[in-house]
């Protein structure tokens, strides 16, 4: 079991710039979460889905952000144009069913200057 | 509005005592809590749960105490190891009312002091 893989590890892009977050659920899992971890708010949740399907993208913080999950195995978030205030770890979580506990990847570090 | 709150940013103590991680929540129909350890440069990991229908959870070395009345719950680490020094974020959710997100706190820094 490879885990929930995120890439890439650590982005450093310019303000104004297209920036493309990738993840890759654990096989088998239905549910896959995006979270932006800052030091102010902690672990926000931008959007989740169920079987490939947006369910709520309420935490989404504007139209700058948006997220697909073209299959069961690929999911993507994309901020553009990237902001100064953008600069936060983004987290992949994935999980099997409701009662499951969520397994997270180990980040995106995201750096705009 | 920051429906799960984890008052102390960090906490230090001593190998082999035992560390009380602390966090309240304020909704009401949040019925399904979790704790989660990070460790640098990688993602929260489980670590143990309770459903509002508890008021206490055991596995191992931690135990969760849940106070419904008072919107709190607490995660006893007994003894204290080196190996626990992390990050701790509280996570709660309204699953009896159909709703999946998980909220988080913003998380409690531990130092065990060997």
């Known amino acids: 079991d490879a885990g929930v893989i995120q890439s890439p590890r650590h982005e450093v892009t310019e303000m104004g710039q297209e920036v493309t977050l990738r993840c890759k659920p654990i096989?088998?899992?239905?549910?896959l979460f995006w979270y932006r971890q800052t030091m102010m708010r902690g672990l926000e949740l931008l959007i989740y889905?169920?079987?490939?399907?947006?369910?709520?993208d309420s935490g989404m913080p504007e139209d700058r952000f948006s997220a697909k999950m073209p299959n069961a195995s690929f999911s993507t978030l994309k901020i553009q144009p990237s902001e100064p205030r953008d600069s936060a770890v983004y987290f992949c979580?994935?999980?099997?069913?409701?009662?499951?506990?969520?397994?997270f990847g180990n980040g995106t570090r995201l750096t705009v200057t | 509005d920051q429906q799960v709150k984890q008052n102390s940013p960090s906490l230090s103590v001593q190998e082999g005592r035992i560390s009380i991680l602390n966090c309240d929540y304020t909704?009401?129909?949040?019925?399904?809590f979790l704790w989660y350890k990070k460790y640098p440069a990688e993602g929260p990991t489980f670590l143990i749960s309770?459903?509002?229908?508890?008021d206490k959870n055991e596995d191992g070395r931690f135990t969760v105490f849940l106070n419904k009345s008072a919107k709190h719950l607490s995660l006893h680490i007994v003894p204290s190891q080196p190996g626990d020094s992390a990050v701790y974020f509280c996570?709660?959710?309204?699953?009896?009312?159909?709703?999946?997100?998980?909220?988080f706190g913003t998380g409690t820094r531990l130092t065990i002091i060997p």
């Open positions: 979580a994935s999980r099997r069913g409701r009662n499951s506990p969520l397994h």
């Open positions: 096989s088998g899992h239905n549910s």
């Open positions: 889905f169920n079987n490939n399907v947006p369910i709520d």
């Open positions: 909704n009401s129909m949040f019925d399904y």
């Open positions: 309770i459903s509002s229908i508890k």
């Open positions: 996570a709660a959710s309204a699953r009896g009312f159909g709703n999946e997100k998980l909220t």
